[in-house]
Protein backbone atom coordinates (compact mmCIF):
# COMPACT_ATOMS: atom_id res chain seq x y z
CA UNK A 1 0.00 0.00 0.00
CA UNK A 2 2.27 3.08 -1.24
CA UNK A 3 -0.82 5.82 0.76
CA UNK A 4 -0.99 7.28 -2.96
CA UNK A 5 -4.62 7.98 -3.62
CA UNK A 6 -4.62 8.18 -7.87
CA UNK A 7 -8.19 9.36 -8.38
CA UNK A 8 -7.51 12.90 -5.96
CA UNK A 9 -5.67 13.85 -8.66
CA UNK A 10 -5.81 13.51 -12.67
CA UNK A 11 -5.41 10.00 -13.78
CA UNK A 12 -1.88 10.34 -15.26
CA UNK A 13 -0.17 7.89 -13.14
CA UNK A 14 -1.50 4.21 -14.44
CA UNK A 15 2.17 3.19 -13.39
CA UNK A 16 0.69 3.33 -9.36
CA UNK A 17 -1.78 0.83 -8.61
CA UNK A 18 -4.66 2.36 -7.10
CA UNK A 19 -5.86 0.73 -3.93
CA UNK A 20 -9.49 -0.48 -3.13
CA UNK A 21 -11.56 2.59 -1.36
CA UNK A 22 -8.69 4.92 -2.58
CA UNK A 23 -11.79 6.87 -4.41
CA UNK A 24 -12.88 8.68 -1.07
CA UNK A 25 -11.03 11.82 -1.60
CA UNK A 26 -12.53 12.19 -5.38
CA UNK A 27 -16.06 12.04 -3.56
CA UNK A 28 -15.13 14.08 -0.71
CA UNK A 29 -14.59 16.83 -3.07
CA UNK A 30 -18.40 17.51 -3.66
CA UNK A 31 -18.44 18.58 -0.17
CA UNK A 32 -15.75 20.51 0.09
CA UNK A 33 -17.08 22.40 -3.19
CA UNK A 34 -20.81 22.71 -1.42
CA UNK A 35 -18.56 24.27 1.56
CA UNK A 36 -16.36 26.67 0.21
CA UNK A 37 -19.05 28.00 -1.46
CA UNK A 38 -20.30 29.20 2.27
CA UNK A 39 -16.71 30.27 2.94
CA UNK A 40 -16.65 32.52 -0.21
CA UNK A 41 -19.97 34.18 0.84
CA UNK A 42 -19.12 34.35 4.33
CA UNK A 43 -15.81 36.22 2.98
CA UNK A 44 -17.78 38.76 1.00
CA UNK A 45 -20.50 39.35 3.59
CA UNK A 46 -17.87 40.72 6.07
CA UNK A 47 -16.19 42.71 3.24
CA UNK A 48 -19.16 43.93 2.97
CA UNK A 49 -19.63 45.21 6.32
CA UNK A 50 -15.74 46.61 6.12
CA UNK A 51 -17.65 49.10 3.45
CA UNK A 52 -20.71 49.80 5.02
CA UNK A 53 -18.66 50.76 7.86
CA UNK A 54 -16.23 52.98 5.96
CA UNK A 55 -18.55 54.99 4.27
CA UNK A 56 -20.47 56.05 7.32
CA UNK A 57 -17.45 56.75 9.16
CA UNK A 58 -16.81 58.93 6.19
CA UNK A 59 -20.11 60.48 6.03
CA UNK A 60 -20.43 61.28 10.29
CA UNK A 61 -16.58 62.70 9.76
CA UNK A 62 -17.52 65.00 6.64
CA UNK A 63 -20.91 66.24 8.87
CA UNK A 64 -19.34 66.96 11.71
CA UNK A 65 -15.79 68.94 9.78
CA UNK A 66 -18.50 70.87 7.58
CA UNK A 67 -20.34 72.19 10.41
CA UNK A 68 -17.01 73.38 12.06
CA UNK A 69 -15.71 74.89 8.86
CA UNK A 70 -18.53 76.69 8.32
CA UNK A 71 -18.85 78.09 11.70
CA UNK A 72 -15.19 78.50 12.13
CA UNK A 73 -13.10 81.49 11.44
CA UNK A 74 -11.98 80.53 7.45
CA UNK A 75 -13.81 82.72 5.02
CA UNK A 76 -13.69 82.98 0.74
CA UNK A 77 -12.54 80.32 -1.61
CA UNK A 78 -10.16 78.73 0.77
CA UNK A 79 -13.18 77.79 2.96
CA UNK A 80 -14.83 76.48 -0.47
CA UNK A 81 -11.74 74.11 -0.91
CA UNK A 82 -11.81 72.95 2.46
CA UNK A 83 -15.09 72.18 2.31
CA UNK A 84 -14.60 70.55 -1.01
CA UNK A 85 -12.61 67.86 0.61
CA UNK A 86 -15.39 67.28 2.66
CA UNK A 87 -17.79 67.24 -0.41
CA UNK A 88 -14.74 64.51 -1.53
CA UNK A 89 -15.77 62.39 1.13
CA UNK A 90 -19.49 62.03 1.08
CA UNK A 91 -18.87 61.21 -2.37
CA UNK A 92 -16.43 58.43 -1.75
CA UNK A 93 -18.85 57.23 0.62
CA UNK A 94 -21.49 56.73 -1.69
CA UNK A 95 -19.13 54.65 -3.72
CA UNK A 96 -18.48 52.29 -1.12
CA UNK A 97 -21.57 52.06 0.10
CA UNK A 98 -22.46 50.78 -3.71
CA UNK A 99 -19.32 48.21 -3.46
CA UNK A 100 -20.99 47.33 -0.48
CA UNK A 101 -24.20 46.43 -2.38
CA UNK A 102 -22.78 45.12 -5.36
CA UNK A 103 -20.73 42.49 -3.14
CA UNK A 104 -24.15 41.51 -0.80
CA UNK A 105 -26.68 42.13 -4.05
CA UNK A 106 -24.58 40.52 -6.77
CA UNK A 107 -21.50 38.94 -6.23
CA UNK A 108 -22.98 37.17 -2.78
CA UNK A 109 -26.83 36.22 -4.58
CA UNK A 110 -24.45 35.01 -7.11
CA UNK A 111 -22.51 32.40 -5.43
CA UNK A 112 -25.60 31.31 -3.67
CA UNK A 113 -27.45 30.36 -6.97
CA UNK A 114 -24.89 28.53 -8.42
CA UNK A 115 -24.30 26.57 -5.03
CA UNK A 116 -27.77 25.46 -5.33
CA UNK A 117 -27.83 24.21 -8.62
CA UNK A 118 -24.69 22.42 -8.68
CA UNK A 119 -25.19 20.44 -5.69
CA UNK A 120 -28.28 19.08 -4.78
CA UNK A 121 -28.94 17.84 -1.40
CA UNK A 122 -30.74 14.52 -0.53
CA UNK A 123 -33.07 14.30 2.16
CA UNK A 124 -31.11 11.55 4.14
CA UNK A 125 -27.97 13.51 3.98
CA UNK A 126 -25.14 14.56 1.93
CA UNK A 127 -25.39 15.65 -2.03
CA UNK A 128 -26.64 13.61 -4.90
CA UNK A 129 -23.59 14.35 -7.36
CA UNK A 130 -21.15 12.85 -4.22
CA UNK A 131 -23.33 9.78 -3.67
CA UNK A 132 -23.50 9.18 -7.63
CA UNK A 133 -19.94 9.25 -7.55
CA UNK A 134 -19.64 7.31 -4.92
CA UNK A 135 -21.40 4.61 -6.00
CA UNK A 136 -20.35 4.55 -10.00
CA UNK A 137 -16.62 4.22 -8.29
CA UNK A 138 -18.06 1.21 -6.24
CA UNK A 139 -19.74 -0.03 -9.52
CA UNK A 140 -16.33 0.36 -11.57
CA UNK A 141 -14.04 -1.67 -8.68
CA UNK A 142 -16.34 -4.28 -7.79
CA UNK A 143 -15.29 -6.54 -10.02
CA UNK A 144 -11.20 -6.24 -9.95
CA UNK A 145 -12.35 -5.72 -6.19
CA UNK A 146 -13.31 -9.60 -6.54
CA UNK A 147 -10.21 -10.89 -8.19
CA UNK A 148 -7.86 -8.60 -5.90
CA UNK A 149 -9.70 -10.51 -2.94
CA UNK A 150 -8.74 -14.54 -4.57
CA UNK A 151 -5.15 -13.61 -5.07
CA UNK A 152 -4.43 -12.45 -1.84
CA UNK A 153 -6.37 -15.24 -0.95
CA UNK A 154 -3.73 -17.07 -3.15
CA UNK A 155 -0.55 -15.21 -2.30
CA UNK A 156 -1.59 -16.00 1.30
CA UNK A 157 -1.95 -19.69 0.79
CA UNK A 158 1.51 -19.95 -0.96
CA UNK A 159 3.33 -17.95 1.61
CA UNK A 160 2.03 -21.12 4.17
CA UNK A 161 3.08 -23.41 1.62
CA UNK A 162 6.17 -22.16 1.74
CA UNK A 163 6.41 -21.75 5.54
CA UNK A 164 5.43 -25.46 5.98
CA UNK A 165 7.70 -26.46 3.40
CA UNK A 166 11.13 -24.79 5.34
CA UNK A 167 9.43 -25.51 8.99
CA UNK A 168 10.15 -29.59 6.96
CA UNK A 169 13.31 -29.25 5.70
CA UNK A 170 14.89 -27.55 8.99
CA UNK A 171 13.20 -30.75 10.57
CA UNK A 172 14.77 -33.42 8.44
CA UNK A 173 18.11 -31.83 9.03
CA UNK A 174 18.24 -31.24 12.81
CA UNK A 175 17.11 -35.35 12.00
CA UNK A 176 19.97 -36.53 10.54
CA UNK A 177 22.29 -35.07 13.49
CA UNK A 178 20.41 -36.50 16.39
CA UNK A 179 21.41 -40.02 17.46
CA UNK A 180 17.92 -40.47 19.09
CA UNK A 181 16.29 -40.05 15.65
CA UNK A 182 15.64 -43.55 14.23
CA UNK A 183 15.91 -44.39 10.36
CA UNK A 184 12.02 -45.47 10.16
CA UNK A 185 11.51 -41.62 11.73
CA UNK A 186 14.08 -39.83 8.98
CA UNK A 187 11.69 -41.36 6.46
CA UNK A 188 8.46 -39.84 8.07
CA UNK A 189 10.55 -36.54 7.67
CA UNK A 190 11.72 -37.10 4.46
CA UNK A 191 8.50 -37.57 3.16
CA UNK A 192 6.70 -34.41 4.98
CA UNK A 193 9.58 -32.45 2.90
CA UNK A 194 8.47 -34.01 -0.29
CA UNK A 195 4.86 -33.19 0.16
CA UNK A 196 5.38 -29.60 1.56
CA UNK A 197 7.15 -29.38 -1.99
CA UNK A 198 4.48 -30.38 -3.92
CA UNK A 199 1.80 -28.31 -1.77
CA UNK A 200 3.83 -25.68 -2.16
CA UNK A 201 4.21 -25.55 -6.06
CA UNK A 202 0.49 -25.99 -6.45
CA UNK A 203 -0.09 -22.92 -4.09
CA UNK A 204 2.25 -21.49 -6.40
CA UNK A 205 0.63 -21.95 -9.20
CA UNK A 206 -2.93 -21.28 -7.95
CA UNK A 207 -1.22 -17.60 -6.75
CA UNK A 208 -0.01 -17.27 -10.43
CA UNK A 209 -3.12 -17.93 -12.25
CA UNK A 210 -5.29 -15.58 -9.70
CA UNK A 211 -2.83 -12.79 -10.17
CA UNK A 212 -2.66 -13.29 -13.44
CA UNK A 213 -6.40 -13.30 -14.39
CA UNK A 214 -6.00 -10.27 -11.90
CA UNK A 215 -3.75 -8.46 -14.45
CA UNK A 216 -6.10 -9.17 -17.29
CA UNK A 217 -9.02 -7.12 -15.37
CA UNK A 218 -6.62 -4.38 -14.88
CA UNK A 219 -6.71 -2.32 -17.59
CA UNK A 220 -10.87 -2.48 -17.66
CA UNK A 221 -10.75 -1.57 -14.04
CA UNK A 222 -8.72 1.72 -14.67
CA UNK A 223 -10.61 2.76 -17.48
CA UNK A 224 -13.86 2.42 -16.15
CA UNK A 225 -12.39 4.25 -12.90
CA UNK A 226 -11.03 6.65 -14.97
CA UNK A 227 -14.36 7.51 -16.47
CA UNK A 228 -16.02 8.03 -13.69
CA UNK A 229 -13.12 10.34 -12.36
CA UNK A 230 -13.28 12.34 -14.84
CA UNK A 231 -16.96 12.89 -14.93
CA UNK A 232 -15.80 14.17 -11.52
CA UNK A 233 -13.73 16.41 -12.65
CA UNK A 234 -15.91 17.60 -15.43
CA UNK A 235 -17.97 19.01 -12.70
CA UNK A 236 -14.76 20.51 -10.37
CA UNK A 237 -13.95 22.43 -14.06
CA UNK A 238 -17.21 24.59 -13.63
CA UNK A 239 -16.71 25.22 -10.09
CA UNK A 240 -13.25 26.48 -10.83
CA UNK A 241 -14.45 28.68 -13.88
CA UNK A 242 -16.96 30.23 -11.87
CA UNK A 243 -15.10 30.54 -9.19
CA UNK A 244 -12.53 32.16 -11.32
CA UNK A 245 -15.03 34.70 -13.04
CA UNK A 246 -16.86 35.16 -10.00
CA UNK A 247 -13.31 36.34 -8.29
CA UNK A 248 -13.02 38.83 -11.67
CA UNK A 249 -16.25 40.35 -10.83
CA UNK A 250 -15.55 41.21 -7.36
CA UNK A 251 -12.26 42.65 -8.19
CA UNK A 252 -14.33 44.90 -10.84
CA UNK A 253 -16.75 45.87 -7.90
CA UNK A 254 -14.14 46.14 -5.40
CA UNK A 255 -11.43 48.32 -7.92
CA UNK A 256 -12.93 51.86 -7.29
CA UNK A 257 -10.14 53.30 -9.93
CA UNK A 258 -12.13 51.29 -12.58
CA UNK A 259 -15.21 53.74 -11.54
CA UNK A 260 -15.53 56.27 -14.17
CA UNK A 261 -16.77 58.67 -10.79
CA UNK A 262 -14.12 57.84 -8.68
CA UNK A 263 -11.42 60.00 -10.77
CA UNK A 264 -14.15 62.60 -11.57
CA UNK A 265 -14.37 63.25 -7.56
CA UNK A 266 -10.59 64.38 -6.88
CA UNK A 267 -10.58 65.92 -10.87
CA UNK A 268 -13.60 68.48 -9.02
CA UNK A 269 -11.38 68.49 -5.84
CA UNK A 270 -8.71 69.52 -7.34
CA UNK A 271 -10.47 72.15 -9.50
CA UNK A 272 -12.20 73.92 -6.52
CA UNK A 273 -8.57 73.87 -4.78
CA UNK A 274 -6.80 75.69 -7.42
CA UNK A 275 -9.69 77.98 -7.89
CA UNK A 276 -9.07 79.27 -4.48
CA UNK A 277 -7.96 83.18 -4.99
CA UNK A 278 -6.14 84.77 -2.28
CA UNK A 279 -6.13 88.52 -3.47
CA UNK A 280 -10.31 87.94 -4.16
CA UNK A 281 -10.18 86.25 -0.40
CA UNK A 282 -8.19 89.49 0.96
CA UNK A 283 -10.44 91.61 -0.93
CA UNK A 284 -13.72 90.30 0.77
CA UNK A 285 -12.28 90.46 4.21
CA UNK A 286 -10.91 93.97 3.52
CA UNK A 287 -14.39 95.07 2.32
CA UNK A 288 -16.37 92.96 5.15
CA UNK A 289 -14.09 93.68 8.16
CA UNK A 290 -11.55 96.22 7.01
CA UNK A 291 -11.09 99.74 5.95
CA UNK A 292 -13.38 99.16 3.06
CA UNK A 293 -16.48 97.61 5.78
CA UNK A 294 -19.75 100.19 6.06
CA UNK A 295 -19.93 102.14 9.02
CA UNK A 296 -22.69 103.65 11.04
CA UNK A 297 -21.41 106.55 12.27
CA UNK A 298 -23.05 107.76 15.93
CA UNK A 299 -26.20 109.78 14.76
CA UNK A 300 -28.88 110.96 16.89
CA UNK A 301 -31.83 108.79 17.88
CA UNK A 302 -35.08 109.14 19.39
CA UNK A 303 -36.16 107.44 22.74
CA UNK A 304 -37.97 103.98 21.80
CA UNK A 305 -39.26 102.51 24.84
CA UNK A 306 -39.92 99.06 23.17
CA UNK A 307 -35.91 98.92 21.90
CA UNK A 308 -34.62 97.02 25.07
CA UNK A 309 -37.04 94.30 25.19
CA UNK A 310 -36.64 93.65 21.32
CA UNK A 311 -35.22 90.28 20.61
CA UNK A 312 -31.55 90.85 18.48
CA UNK A 313 -31.89 90.13 14.30
CA UNK A 314 -29.34 88.47 12.73
CA UNK A 315 -29.31 90.31 9.25
CA UNK A 316 -28.21 88.94 6.06
CA UNK A 317 -27.99 91.24 2.88
CA UNK A 318 -30.40 90.36 0.09
CA UNK A 319 -28.29 88.47 -2.88
CA UNK A 320 -25.50 87.71 -0.39
CA UNK A 321 -23.58 84.22 -1.59
CA UNK A 322 -24.12 81.65 1.26
CA UNK A 323 -19.84 80.98 1.14
CA UNK A 324 -18.22 83.68 2.14
CA UNK A 325 -20.86 84.65 4.22
CA UNK A 326 -21.87 87.60 4.87
CA UNK A 327 -22.76 86.94 8.87
CA UNK A 328 -19.38 88.07 9.62
CA UNK A 329 -20.99 91.78 9.34
CA UNK A 330 -23.73 92.43 12.02
CA UNK A 331 -25.25 94.61 14.07
CA UNK A 332 -24.08 95.73 17.41
CA UNK A 333 -25.49 92.36 19.67
CA UNK A 334 -24.67 90.03 16.79
CA UNK A 335 -22.36 86.91 17.59
CA UNK A 336 -21.33 86.34 13.90
CA UNK A 337 -19.43 89.69 14.30
CA UNK A 338 -16.94 87.83 16.46
CA UNK A 339 -13.63 87.11 14.12
CA UNK A 340 -11.10 85.03 14.73
CA UNK A 341 -9.24 87.35 17.09
CA UNK A 342 -12.77 87.84 18.83
CA UNK A 343 -12.64 83.76 19.25
CA UNK A 344 -9.13 83.55 20.59
CA UNK A 345 -8.08 87.37 22.28
CA UNK A 346 -9.54 89.02 25.47
CA UNK A 347 -9.32 92.65 24.31
CA UNK A 348 -11.04 95.82 25.51
CA UNK A 349 -12.90 97.99 22.72
CA UNK A 350 -12.99 101.10 24.73
CA UNK A 351 -10.17 103.05 23.25
CA UNK A 352 -9.46 106.50 24.70
CA UNK A 353 -6.56 109.22 23.58
CA UNK A 354 -5.00 108.42 26.89
CA UNK A 355 -4.87 104.53 26.23
CA UNK A 356 -3.42 102.04 23.67
CA UNK A 357 -5.01 99.04 21.92
CA UNK A 358 -4.61 96.15 24.34
CA UNK A 359 -1.43 93.82 22.75
CA UNK A 360 -2.61 90.57 21.60
CA UNK A 361 -0.13 87.74 22.56
CA UNK A 362 -0.04 86.72 18.91
CA UNK A 363 -0.61 82.70 20.29
CA UNK A 364 -4.03 81.71 18.51
CA UNK A 365 -4.57 77.78 19.37
CA UNK A 366 -0.69 77.78 18.96
CA UNK A 367 -1.06 74.91 16.86
CA UNK A 368 -2.56 72.68 19.21
CA UNK A 369 -6.13 71.36 19.88
CA UNK A 370 -9.12 72.56 17.78
CA UNK A 371 -9.99 76.47 17.55
CA UNK A 372 -13.81 75.63 16.40
CA UNK A 373 -14.22 73.41 19.55
CA UNK A 374 -12.12 75.44 21.97
CA UNK A 375 -14.41 78.27 22.40
CA UNK A 376 -15.45 78.28 25.84
CA UNK A 377 -12.24 79.43 26.78
CA UNK A 378 -10.99 81.85 24.18
CA UNK A 379 -13.27 84.08 22.67
CA UNK A 380 -16.74 83.31 23.39
CA UNK A 381 -16.06 83.26 27.22
CA UNK A 382 -13.59 85.33 26.97
CA UNK A 383 -15.99 88.38 25.81
CA UNK A 384 -18.10 87.33 28.36
CA UNK A 385 -15.50 87.27 31.29
CA UNK A 386 -14.82 90.90 30.06
CA UNK A 387 -18.00 92.13 30.56
CA UNK A 388 -19.21 90.06 33.77
CA UNK A 389 -19.66 91.44 36.73
CA UNK A 390 -18.78 88.28 39.20
CA UNK A 391 -20.96 87.40 41.72
CA UNK A 392 -23.26 84.02 42.38
CA UNK A 393 -26.65 83.88 39.91
CA UNK A 394 -29.60 85.43 39.13
CA UNK A 395 -33.30 83.75 38.22
CA UNK A 396 -34.22 84.57 34.26
CA UNK A 397 -36.96 84.14 32.28
CA UNK A 398 -37.39 83.65 28.43
CA UNK A 399 -39.08 86.58 26.99
CA UNK A 400 -38.87 85.15 23.26
CA UNK A 401 -38.24 81.87 21.55
CA UNK A 402 -34.49 81.07 20.76
CA UNK A 403 -32.77 78.71 18.91
CA UNK A 404 -28.83 78.71 19.79
CA UNK A 405 -26.69 79.01 16.53
CA UNK A 406 -22.85 77.45 17.58
CA UNK A 407 -22.58 74.34 19.71
CA UNK A 408 -21.53 77.28 22.91
CA UNK A 409 -25.30 78.74 22.62
CA UNK A 410 -28.06 78.19 24.79
CA UNK A 411 -31.29 77.29 23.33
CA UNK A 412 -35.08 77.86 25.28
CA UNK A 413 -38.44 78.56 24.70
CA UNK A 414 -40.29 81.57 26.00
CA UNK A 415 -41.15 81.21 29.94
CA UNK A 416 -38.13 78.93 30.37
CA UNK A 417 -35.92 80.02 33.36
CA UNK A 418 -32.57 79.62 33.94
CA UNK A 419 -29.47 81.15 36.16
CA UNK A 420 -27.48 84.51 34.74
CA UNK A 421 -24.28 83.07 35.82
CA UNK A 422 -22.29 85.93 34.04
CA UNK A 423 -23.31 89.60 33.32
CA UNK A 424 -23.78 91.25 29.99
CA UNK A 425 -21.00 91.66 27.95
CA UNK A 426 -19.80 94.48 25.35
CA UNK A 427 -22.07 92.39 22.80
CA UNK A 428 -24.98 92.17 24.45
CA UNK A 429 -24.25 88.42 25.35
CA UNK A 430 -24.87 86.74 28.94
CA UNK A 431 -23.86 83.42 30.56
CA UNK A 432 -26.45 81.57 31.76
CA UNK A 433 -27.22 77.69 33.26
CA UNK A 434 -30.21 75.83 32.14
CA UNK A 435 -31.84 73.75 34.90
CA UNK A 436 -30.75 70.53 33.12
CA UNK A 437 -27.14 72.03 33.92
CA UNK A 438 -26.32 72.52 30.27
CA UNK A 439 -24.22 76.28 30.17
CA UNK A 440 -23.64 78.67 27.39
CA UNK A 441 -24.79 81.95 25.81
CA UNK A 442 -27.33 83.98 25.34
CA UNK A 443 -29.14 87.36 23.86
CA UNK A 444 -29.32 89.45 26.94
CA UNK A 445 -32.31 90.87 26.06
CA UNK A 446 -34.07 87.77 25.38
CA UNK A 447 -34.67 87.34 29.36
CA UNK A 448 -35.90 89.52 32.49
CA UNK A 449 -35.22 89.04 35.94
CA UNK A 450 -37.17 86.82 37.79
Known amino acids: NTGVDLFSVPSVYPSVCPQVGNYKRAVKRFDDGHRLCNDLMGCLQERAKIEKAYGDQLTAWSKRWRQLIEKGPQYGSVERAWLAVMTEAEKVSELHQEVKNNLVNDDVERVKNWQKEAYHKQIIGGF ?32 MACKEEKL ?39 YDKSLEELNKCTPQYMESMEQVFD ?150 GAGAGAGAGGGGGVRVRALYDYDGQEQDELSFKA ?18 RMDNGREGLYPANYVEPI
Not at 131 to 159: C, I, N, R, S
Not at 293 to 320: C, L, R, T, V
Open 231 to 380: QCQQHEVKRLTFLKEALLDIKRHLNLTENQSYGAIYRELERTILAANTQEDLKWFSNNHGPGMHMNWPAFEEYNPDQASAPPKKKKPDGAPPTPSTDHVAPPGDRSSVSSYDKNQAYSTEWSDDEQPATYSGNENGGNGNSFEDDSSTGK
Open 168 to 206: AAAREANGKTEASVTPDQQKKLHEKVDKCKQDSQKAKEK
Open 128 to 159: KEAKEADEGFKKAQKPWAKKLKEMETAKKGYH
Open 415 to 432: GDELIKTEDEDEQGWCRG
